[in-house]
């Protein structure tokens, strides 16, 4: 997927991004180096899909395993101003657990626009 980020830059009219079950996975690990190295790799999979010249509206996220560290990377990119469009967002089943409702209420509190979630 990242070697789309390139192509979608160029899309600057899309409004909708659909990723369900795209194999995403950015799962919380049990060593504090590889949970630290999966933060990251969200991170930086969200800063090179998502641009703010892309003019996104509806995010589709459904059915990948996030986890706790994609979910904080998401927040993270919306705290960034890089969702500040979306009015949909679907990040059902995306294997969010009981650490992950901080990042949840954050990211709902900077999203203060959406019309329509998918939890």
């Known amino acids: 997927l990242l070697s789309l980020s390139g192509p979608l830059q160029a899309f600057t009219t899309l409004s ?3 990723l369900s079950s795209c194999s995403l996975n950015f ?3 049990a060593s504090s180096s590889s949970s630290a ?3 990251m790799a969200a991170k930086n999979f969200f ?3 998502i641009s703010p010249s892309l003019a996104l509206t509806a995010l589709d996220l459904s059915n990948n ?3 706790p560290d994609g979910l904080k990377a998401l927040q993270q990119a919306s705290s960034r101003r890089l969702l500040c469009n979306v009015r949909e967002l679907d990040v059902s089943r995306c294997g969010f657990d009981h650490t992950s409702s901080f990042y949840a209420k954050q990211l709902l ?4 626009s959406l019309t329509r979630l998918n939890l």
């Open 16 to 18: 909708r991004l659909n």
């Open 47 to 49: 800063d090179r899909i």
């Open 27 to 29: 799962p919380r690990s």
């Open 37 to 39: 190295d999966d933060g």
């Open 109 to 112: 509190f900077n999203l203060s």
């Open 65 to 67: 395993n996030l986890g």
